[in-house]
């Protein structure tokens, strides 16, 4: 290892600029000459933006001031918290009715207030909206006093949420606020609900429907736009014929990136049966500041291929669809999950796709069409270990009534987004020699187009069903791909097989995969190319398994023997399985967290939090006793996992059994006669817009401290914190 560590400076910054985030890190912890890798903060910085400079902690190092060598040393280690299923803290942050997670934040309706927590930025104090008094605020003096209040979206401080009144015309009421500013910033009166989203961020809101009926008969995807600098709608509502599909993250997806709306679907027809052989990514996308059919953009089919039918069937309710930035380059990404009997083979695999979004290239020189990515040149690196070496480096709401019917429609034109059904001859030429070609109707749009390569590193395979034991959809509550830990993770419900109940008992589970090392030519004398690096296969399934070290699945907690008694991890099972709190599980996963709601319909659920970076540190939390064991790496940077492990021994403060079952939480519940058609989405304030109809105080928004300091119910995994 001294030779290694004797490298002169340009030549180790050469293998730096080669290798992942990862092995930078293994390469710095394997003698102290190198720890100056992860250590020194020039050095650092120009690993983070190299290696990782659109993630979170690039934006904290920038932005936020803190340390590059901290930010590269928490971005290893959450990775491998993912990759191992091996979590930093997890604790009960509170009971709701209904929830969503986005952006790093919490947002739960309880009984009648919203209470919004920063779990990414540990927060102690929850924001707190009374909704009777946000609906009187919000409403017009003659609205109806009941209704079904329902959460959509949060980003940037701003929560949006729909409010169906019980009357009989059922007035439905888009309203946004700013929990900060104490604002209301609009409230829209809504023709239409259905499958109804919102994006949103400091500048701009978007709402969608799958509500335009169009001239084939099938429901369409319209979308209305609002500027908060200006208060006002767009005149513009988009059609959007061509993003086919009505389910969001399973045939659709919507998101904002870089002053862009973009939406993508991996339908191709309306029909339920056609004839086609190659199925492709539809793409669309818009500057939000100006959403005119000059400047929307779609993708060519020849450049989103997604698969050829011939692969073999898909089981659709195993389908996930997102959109997901790229950490290195910072490009935006689709990631879909696919479970399929791939070329008609009697076993099905869930197989998890990376494609590229790739638009034609802008007639204009419009600068906000081009993506910026971050490189680093070796010769930064190298002139930074040069001087490691000698010693010199510096260490107002806005009233609507329904849509205006003076708007103007922006549809995207046939010759620019429409692929609408052809009603000529088809050109069978260009089509395959396939006996299906005789069954062709003039209304057909089949499309082919020879498969192009797919490329290991866009593609990961998971577990075929072989091993045990075999998840359900039923049984697996949660479902996650993590592009850059490489991981496929699952929230299941794995119950004993000794117990008849099948008594809820949910784990983490994760699949991920390394970099192998580079592919060589054999060492065989006399073969040409001896010891050189070569191409990996053109047949994806041996280059994946030549190219990739697959890693056995983790759990997480461990299996534990039901003959012999473990307090301590009985604790944890309690913990992510409330005994008083069990069934209806559902939950949401980021790129570091995980939240899920568990309990019954009648009842506030519990809602788990599981964190994975080690920055999230929530007080009162109880820290895990039984650490004996080196986590990853050494040093007090990596110490302390999940898996219970420090090389500290035992601590001196024992642990504490966290015996739910007999510890009561209460919560004064007021709310009455609540509607639970779907208590993830829906909340019925009853007749407490009346009570509050007089005398209204001024605040509908205040701060109290957060839920989970009283509940008390959590655990901290990492090293002691001081």
Known sequence: MGRLASLPYEVLSNIIENVDLEDVFNLAITCKGLLFLVQEESICKLTIQSKIGYSKEAYDASSAGTSSASALRRAVKRRHAIATACPYLVAMVGLGDAFIYTNGVLSYVLDESIRVLDLHNSHQLEHVISIPKLLTRALPENSSTRGIFRLLYYSDGIISSIYRSSDEDESVWLISFDIYA????????????????????KEFLYYGTHSELGHDGHKKWVVHGYNFSTRKWFDQKIHLPDIVGSE????????????????????????????????????????????????????????????????????DRWTNLRLDVDEITGDIKIVESRKEWHLGTSKSQRSYYTTDIK????????????????????????????????????????????????????????????????????????LPNDPLIKLLQPEDNPFYMP??????????????????????LAKCRVRHYHTSAMTYFDLVDDPLPEDLYCTQRLRLRAGSRKLGPPLVHPLNPGEEGLGLLRKPPDDVDVALQEMYQEQK???????????????????????????????????????????????????????????????????????????????????????????????????????IDVDEINRTVVIDSKGKGKEKCSPLQRVDVGSAIRRQAVGVPRSWVSREKAMYLDIGLGFYFGKPRK
């Open 553 to 655: 699945i983790q759990y997480w907690p461990p299996a534990l023997d039901p003959e012999e008694s473990n307090n301590d991890w009985d604790a944890v099972y309690r913990l992510l399985n409330p005994p008083t709190h069990l069934g209806n599980v559902e939950g949401i996963m980021d790129e570091r967290s995980l939240v899920y709601a568990t309990g019954g319909c009648n009842a506030p659920r519990a809602l788990i939090f599981i964190g994975f970076d080690p920055s999230i540190k929530l007080a009162g939390l109880k820290t895990w006793s039984r650490m004996k064991e080196k986590g990853v790496g050494e040093g007090p940077h990596i110490d302390g996992r999940a898996s219970g492990r420090s090389e500290q021994g035992e601590f001196e403060d024992q642990y």
């Open 359 to 430: 638009f034609p290239e802008a007639s204009h020189n419009d600068e906000c069409y081009e993506f910026g990515c971050s490189s680093t040149s070796s010769v930064g690196f190298s002139a930074l270990l040069s001087t490691i070496g000698t010693g010199t480096t510096d260490s107002g709401a806005s009233s609507l009534g329904s849509s205006s019917s003076t708007s103007a429609t922006l549809a995207t034109s046939s010759s620019l987004v429409s692929s609408g059904p052809s009603k000529v001859p088809h050109d069978r030429a260009s």
């Open 182 to 201: 104490g604002k209301i910033l609009i409230r829209q009166e809504l023709a239409s609900t259905d499958k109804i989203l919102v994006r949103n961020n």
């Open 451 to 472: 498969p192009p390569p797919r490329y290991a590193q866009n593609i990961h395979r998971g577990q075929d069903g072989s091993s045990r034991p075999t998840i359900t």
């Open 248 to 315: 969001v993250h399973s045939t659709v997806c919507f998101e904002f990136y870089k002053d862009y709306f973009y939406a993508v679907s991996n339908q191709t027809s309306f029909e339920e049966e056609e004839i086609d052989w190659t199925s492709y990514y539809h793409c669309i996308r818009f500057p939000l500041n100006s959403p005119c059919q000059d400047l929307l953009e779609r993708s060519d089919k020849e450049q989103m291929w997604r698969r050829q039918h011939q692969e073999g069937p898909i089981d």
